[in-house]
């Protein structure tokens, strides 16, 4: 991958004590913004947020398993779902 550009404000800057007692900008890259619902734009908890150098999550931090998991939020999903099936039984009538 090609070097980011420090300027860019791509990386964030961390300042850094070095020997000698000197104060020296170091750049490292951002961590991930947090996940929200696709349609209320809460923000999903227990969602995992990705930091440099990080590949996997723990079991216990991947998003939920269920339909829409990591998606929506519980209420948002649960919405969707009832509106699914009356749109199904509402042409099954028909
Ligand atoms: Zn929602």
């Known amino acids: 991958m090609t070097k980011k550009i420090p300027k860019s404000r791509s990386l964030r ?3 850094v004590k070095v020997p000698g007692n000197e104060v ?5 890259e951002r961590k991930e913004k947090k996940r ?3 349609e209320c ?6 969602m995992f947020r990705n ?6 999550p723990a079991k216990t931090k991947r998003k939920p398993s269920r339909p829409f ?4 939020c519980s209420s948002c ?4 779902v009832q509106a699914n099936v009356l749109k199904a ?3 099954s009538n028909a």
């Open 89 to 91: 039984s509402g042409d």
């Open 51 to 56: 930091s440099p150098g990080n590949s996997k």
């Open 41 to 46: 734009g809460k923000i999903l908890p227990g």
């Open 69 to 72: 998991g990591g998606i929506l």
């Open 77 to 80: 999903m649960r919405k969707k």
């Open 24 to 28: 020296k900008v170091h750049f490292r």
């Open 36 to 38: 929200a619902c696709a």
């Open 13 to 15: 800057k961390v300042f």
